[in-house]
């Protein structure tokens, strides 16, 4: 007659069951001072969906945490009951769990658990982040070397690196780049995308709180990346409307005819070092920092022409503060090394008297030669 084996007893040491009830009331401890923690009140929400994500960020916190004390919680206790001693055998091994059923069970359901219930809670919060009914505010966020352009529906030209937003008024916010991949991240509203070129993506928002909160890119995107900051401003719907209208009528003004002769040295240099010494220089065209020096503008024998091929003459340099410039160097008639992208006057904020200025201290560099 057949002899069955009895089923082999594992021994898992002395102390495993102490020392897992031990690890089970660490991690509530933990998961309990999670759950309580006011993630709002050191990075305020300033809506919806803030408060979702700032849940799952809790849930997932909650989840590593238990794997975290659990992996290293018996980690150290295996390396302490299961270490090698003076009197083992040159040839002993540590204790040899195979063919335990239970143990493969465990070990196999809860991450699985774990995870499908991760799954879930991160696809209903992204289903209600890309589906949110009705939106009232659809506009768009463009990112550039180094700015953020935004476009609204009411206004023919776009506005830089300050995004306006009336209070409970739901958004749809269409987002993208011009030249390189740039980010879109608002910390207060916990929303992010990357800004890819010729990749449209959405998000969907509810600014609840008035105030003023930060725009970061994420993304390396330039020599200039640190520098590559806006402001969103949540406004009433009063201040909102007021501030459309007054952009209206700034970009009705800002249309009209420029007068060149009026520009002035002094207040073109001092506005050069606000506005154009991140990409310029007052050094030689080859003395590039992002775009060609400017400090020879007139008199370069290997850049007769400006890079639109243009001539050096006070007008086509007005033309290029007006309308911006992206393209290779094609001065000289064929296609040379890029220069980057030289933003137009709303990106750097430029009225007519400003670019008289500008245009004015340009020229005036070379003449000080």
Same mark, same amino acid.
């Given at each position: 007659?057949?002899?069955?084996?009895?089923?082999?007893?594992?021994?898992?040491?002395?102390?495993?069951?102490?020392?897992?009830?031990?690890?089970?009331?660490?991690?509530?401890?933990?998961?309990?001072?999670?759950?309580?923690?006011?993630?709002?009140?050191?990075?305020?929400?300033?809506?919806?969906?803030?408060?979702?994500?700032?849940?799952?960020?809790?849930?997932?916190?909650?989840?590593?945490?238990?794997?975290?004390?659990?992996?290293?919680?018996?980690?150290?206790?295996?390396?302490?009951?299961?270490?090698?001693?003076?009197?083992?055998?040159?040839?002993?091994?540590?204790?040899?769990?195979?063919?335990?059923?239970?143990?493969?069970?465990?070990?196999?359901?809860?991450? %699985?658990?774990?995870? =499908?219930? !991760? /799954?879930?809670?991160? $696809?209903?919060?992204?289903?209600? *982040?890309?589906?949110?009914?009705?939106?009232?505010?659809?506009?768009?966020?463009?990112?550039?070397?180094?700015?953020?352009?935004?476009?609204?529906?009411?206004?023919?030209?776009?506005?830089?690196?300050?995004?306006?937003?009336?209070?409970?008024?739901?958004?749809?916010?269409?987002?993208?780049?011009?030249?390189?991949?740039?980010?879109?991240?608002?910390?207060?509203?916990?929303?992010?995308?990357?800004?890819?070129?010729?990749?449209?993506?959405?998000?969907?928002?509810?600014?609840?709180?008035?105030?003023?909160?930060?725009?970061?890119?994420?993304?390396?995107?330039?020599?200039?990346?640190?520098?590559?900051?806006?402001?969103?401003?949540?406004?009433?719907?009063?201040?909102?409307?007021?501030?459309?209208?007054?952009?209206?009528?700034?970009?009705?003004? %800002?249309?009209?005819? =420029?007068? !060149? /002769?009026?520009?002035? $040295?002094?207040?073109?240099?001092? *506005?050069?070092?606000?506005?154009?010494?991140?990409?310029?220089?007052?050094?030689?065209?080859?003395?590039?920092?992002?775009?060609?020096?400017?400090?020879?503008?007139?008199?370069?024998?290997?850049?007769?022409?400006?890079?639109?091929?243009?001539?050096?003459?006070?007008?086509?340099?007005?033309?290029?503060?007006?309308?911006?410039?992206?393209?290779?160097?094609?001065?000289?008639?064929?296609?040379?090394?890029?220069?980057?992208?030289?933003?137009?006057?709303?990106?750097?904020?430029?009225?007519?008297?400003?670019?008289?200025?500008?245009?004015?201290?340009?020229?005036?560099?070379?003449?000080?030669?």
């Amino acid at each position: 007659m057949a002899q069955h084996a009895a089923p082999r007893k594992i021994d898992l040491g002395p102390g495993f069951w102490p020392v897992t009830i031990g690890l089970t009331i660490l991690n509530a401890i933990v998961s309990y001072l999670i759950v309580i923690f006011p993630i709002e009140a050191f990075v305020a929400e300033m809506g919806q969906p803030a408060g979702d994500i700032d849940l799952l960020f809790k849930f997932m916190s909650i989840v590593g945490n238990a794997i975290f004390f659990y992996v290293v919680g018996y980690l150290v206790y295996f390396s302490i009951v299961w270490r090698r001693r003076a009197t083992d055998a040159p040839d002993a091994i540590g204790i040899q769990i195979h063919d335990a059923p239970q143990l493969e069970l465990w070990w196999t359901i809860v991450p %699985a658990v774990l995870v =499908i219930l !991760l /799954a879930v809670f991160s $696809v209903r919060i992204w289903m209600n *982040l890309q589906n949110t009914l009705g939106d009232v505010l659809t506009m768009e966020a463009v990112g550039h070397q180094f700015k953020y352009e935004f476009r609204y529906p009411r206004l023919k030209a776009s506005v830089y690196d300050e995004m306006h937003l009336p209070v409970d008024t739901p958004v749809t916010l269409h987002v993208t780049a011009a030249d390189v991949i740039h980010s879109f991240w608002v910390p207060e509203m916990r929303i992010k995308a990357d800004m890819v070129p010729g990749l449209v993506q959405t998000l969907r928002f509810t600014p609840e709180h008035t105030g003023k909160y930060r725009i970061i890119c994420t993304e390396f995107c330039g020599t200039n990346h640190g520098n590559m900051l806006a402001t969103v401003y949540v406004d009433t719907q009063q201040q909102f409307g007021r501030w459309l209208a007054d952009q209206g009528k700034q970009q009705g003004q %800002a249309s009209g005819t =420029i007068s !060149l /002769a009026s520009g002035q $040295v002094a207040a073109g240099q001092q *506005l050069f070092g606000q506005k154009c010494s991140s990409c310029h220089s007052v050094g030689p065209f080859t003395q590039k920092i992002v775009g060609p020096g400017l400090g020879a503008l007139a008199s370069d024998p290997d850049h007769p022409k400006l890079v639109t091929g243009q001539a050096v003459n006070a007008a086509d340099i007005a033309y290029i503060l007006v309308n911006g410039y992206q393209g290779p160097d094609n001065s000289q008639g064929k296609a040379g090394p890029s220069l980057g992208v030289m933003p137009n006057r709303q990106a750097n904020a430029l009225n007519n008297r400003d670019i008289a200025n500008l245009t004015a201290y340009v020229l005036s560099l070379n003449a000080k030669k």
